[in-house]
């Protein structure tokens, strides 16, 4: 099968998934069988508010790039325009790995075929260091939410736990990032990575100043991602913004904890959001639309364009 068809196929996948959403949501078995409801909530949706969401999503990406670029720095210099395309073809791939970590396999196709491996090993980095932001604010937030859902966790020492637990990931990833080192060794430690050693060397060459800057970048595009789901639930679903700012950093916790594709990440961010943010016996249509407004504008759309910008680069095949 060509590359050209994969393409397609999971531009058309995608695409698929959309159609099948949608009659979901409209099927009267569907629990957002309530029009009443979910026409209101589309209403408010209106072209400032999409406008807005696309702009933030165009920086989001941006961020994203710049930390890609300059992670490549130490591997192959590259312009802001390339870094970016990379960065978007690099979800088209992504759909279908777990929590999107395939999605430097897309990313270094735009790299010589003989600094593939190197990028790879260095995009490493960013994606530790988003994780680290996500678990750091996510845990602080729970910190401040699971005093007064003891119930809901099953008891005061079972949320205790959690905390324990999120703090312990939270500081071994930090680790992890601030000692890059360390993730050489593990590759020469295990046997199918092992003659990939040489490659992962290019981990012991990032300076204390690039990984911050990096983690910095990250930290602001989580920001970015934040204010955008905080506006669509006030605005779409008129949720209080002091409930929001503690629930958001919890669901994206939760998604980036609980590995899911992205062609599932949807229903895993929908179904959280509504058990933290819908009272029992009230309409979660609402919510559910804020949730599938932030995937499609954030993941589903740059995926497509991603695709598309795979069918039309010229990928360096290996000597």
Known sequence: MSRRTLVLLRVAVLVAVGVFLYIRIAAHQSTLAAWDEWHLALEKADLRLWTVMLLLAVLNWGLEAAKWRLLMTAVEPMGRLRAFAATLAGTAIGIFTPNRTGEFVGRVLFLEPHNRWRGGFASVLGSIAQFAVTVVIGGAAFVLWFPQQTKMLGGYWAGVAGAALVALVAVGTLVFYFQPRLLRQVVAKLPFLRRLDKDAAVLDGFPVQTTATVLGLSAMRYAVFA????????????????????????IFLVTTLVPTMMLTELGVRGSVAVALLVPTAQDPSPVLLA?????????ALPAVVGGFILLIHRIKKPA
Not at 229 to 240: E, R, T
Not at 291 to 299: D, E, I, P, R, S
């Open 291 to 299: 949730a599938f407004m932030l995937w499609a504008v954030n993941l």
């Open 227 to 250: 204010v955008q789901y905080i506006v669509l639930l006030a605005v779409v679903a008129d949720m209080p913004w002091a409930i929001s700012l503690i629930a958001v950093p919890l």
